[in-house]
């Protein structure tokens, strides 16, 4: 059974860093790909980034590179979302997910796909004075 754990949120002020995270369990190979997602209130599930298990290979949305890096710790199987320069539009819940697919650089000419098969219950990030 896949698992999938998420910690890091919070209330962060305009400008602010924070670090989320995620551990994965439950795959018997290491072809699977864990993506990171969020929704604010009234907002569709945007994709934000996702990262090979296999290699490390990485993919990062438009809307965010530059201020969000993902990132993996074989050691645990533990999946980072560095986020910096936070303003008030990154406020919403973020989640991780997990299928077995391959995190391909070319999601720039469709976007990361939006389905990944197992999520995380998320965790809510506040960017406010």
């Known amino acids: 059974e896949v698992q999938i754990v998420e910690s890091g949120g919070g209330l962060v002020q305009p400008g602010g860093s924070l670090r989320l995270s995620c551990v994965v369990s439950?795959?018997?190979?290491?072809?699977?790909?864990i993506g990171w997602f969020r929704q604010a209130p009234g907002k569709e599930r945007e994709g934000l980034a996702c990262?090979?298990?296999?290699?490390?290979?990485?993919y990062t949305e438009d809307s965010v590179k530059g201020r969000f890096t993902i990132s993996e710790d074989n050691a645990d199987n533990r999946v980072y979302l560095q986020m910096d320069n936070l303003n008030s539009d990154d406020t919403a819940v973020y989640y991780c997910?997990?299928?077995?697919?391959?995190?391909?650089?070319?999601?720039?000419?469709?976007?990361?796909?939006?389905?990944?098969?197992?999520w995380g219950q998320g965790t809510q990030v506040t960017v406010s004075s």
């Open positions: 997910a997990a299928e077995k697919s391959y995190c391909t650089k070319t999601y720039y000419l469709t976007g990361l796909p939006l389905d990944y098969d197992y």
């Open positions: 990262i090979a298990h296999e290699d490390g290979n990485t």
């Open positions: 439950g795959f018997a190979s290491d072809d699977y790909s």
